[in-house]
């Protein structure tokens, strides 16, 4: 089973880490240092990755806006999108859910619980 995993965070350590987890669990991952470059990905791709995994303070364009942008566009839209950041107020957590969020998780977090996240939302 070939699955995907678009994953934008400007943390190399952090980045790193969850796309060795998301490797060891099967799927194909490309990573993003920037909302922007991975907005540009996902416009340019043939097919649809099996999820996205956003922080929300990048450089460029933020996770919120990456967010909208995808629930925006017709062919991505139901693509599940996990937030992974360290915005952690109740009020950061809402508002990635009313923009269009599938999953948020806040920072620190346990890579194993993100990738049983991510599992549950692709399913």
Do not use: W
């Amino acid at each position: 089973m070939n699955r995907t995993a678009v994953l934008a965070e400007d943390d190399e350590d952090i980045r790193q880490l969850l796309s060795f987890k998301l490797d060891r669990g099967g799927f194909n991952v490309e990573g993003f240092v920037d909302g922007q470059a991975c907005l540009d990905h996902l416009h340019e791709r043939e097919d649809l990755p099996d999820v996205v995994v956003l922080d929300v303070m990048m450089p460029r364009m933020d996770g919120f806006q990456v967010l909208e942008r995808i629930r925006d566009d017709d062919a991505l839209a139901d693509v599940p999108v996990l937030m992974l950041t360290a915005r952690s107020r109740e009020e950061d957590v809402v508002e990635g859910f009313e923009r269009g969020a599938t999953d948020y998780v806040t920072k620190p977090f346990s890579p194993n619980e993100v990738i049983a996240r991510i599992e549950r939302l692709i399913g």
